[in-house]
């Protein structure tokens, strides 16, 4: 028997696991027909936001083949299946960035390194300019020492940048949880230091 996918939030997990799954996956075509540069989705809590992003991430990630789990599904028989797979996609989570202000900041520096590290290729054969810049960037984020956020603004439009360059296309970006980080710097008084390189990641990306 099947079983039901209670805690589980990634997509890729949920099928190859086999759990039972209802199939939203039109959802990726309505996605793609709205055509809009940013999408906020704010509610309702508990109604699978977190594994419907990781469902959109896994479907566009250029650097993946997801026919596998996305087999027999709606999508399949759309005529977006030639989307499958073309796009540089960056899913950054924010979930994890609670408790104290240390907690906050070493999780999101984590996060975007993950990123970093996941398309490291992108940043070689950098001219002298951009190099300069990815290596400003790149010690701040390995920077977990200094308890802020400063020189990191950056950190997501670049990588941006330099993946539209490599790929010339477009970037998909998911972000999870964005709001957590500022609730909970807020609940530890910390809200006024974190809010601009916060707002700052957010706005230059």
């Excluded at 469902?55 to 005529?79: G, L, Q, R």
């Excluded at 670049?158 to 807020?186: G, Q």
Aim: aromatic content about 14%; glycine content about 2%.
């Amino acid at each position: 028997m099947k079983a039901i996918p209670i805690g589980i939030s990634n997509f890729e997990e949920l099928r190859i696991n086999n759990y039972y799954f209802v199939d939203k996956t039109n959802m990726i075509q309505e996605f793609l027909e709205r055509k809009s540069k940013v999408t906020l989705i704010t509610r309702p809590r508990r109604f699978g936001k977190t594994l419907n992003m990781s469902m959109m991430a896994s479907f566009f990630d250029v650097i993946k083949d997801s026919k596998y789990i996305f087999e027999n599904t709606v999508i399949m028989n759309s005529d977006y299946i030639n989307e499958m797979n073309r796009y540089p996609t960056i899913f950054i989570s924010f979930a994890n960035a609670k408790r104290d202000r240390e907690s906050i900041i070493t999780t999101i520096k984590k996060q975007i390194l993950s990123e970093w590290a996941k398309y490291e290729y992108v940043f070689k054969n950098l001219n002298k300019y951009d190099q300069k810049e990815h290596d400003y960037i790149e010690s701040n984020l390995m920077d977990f020492h200094s308890n802020n956020l400063n020189g990191i603004n950056d950190a997501l439009s670049f990588l941006m940048e330099k993946l539209y360059a490599y790929y010339n296309k477009k970037v998909m970006v998911f972000i999870d949880e964005y709001d957590t980080p500022f609730i909970e710097a807020h609940v530890n008084d910390c809200y006024e230091e974190l809010r601009g390189g916060l707002s700052g990641l957010l706005h230059n990306s």
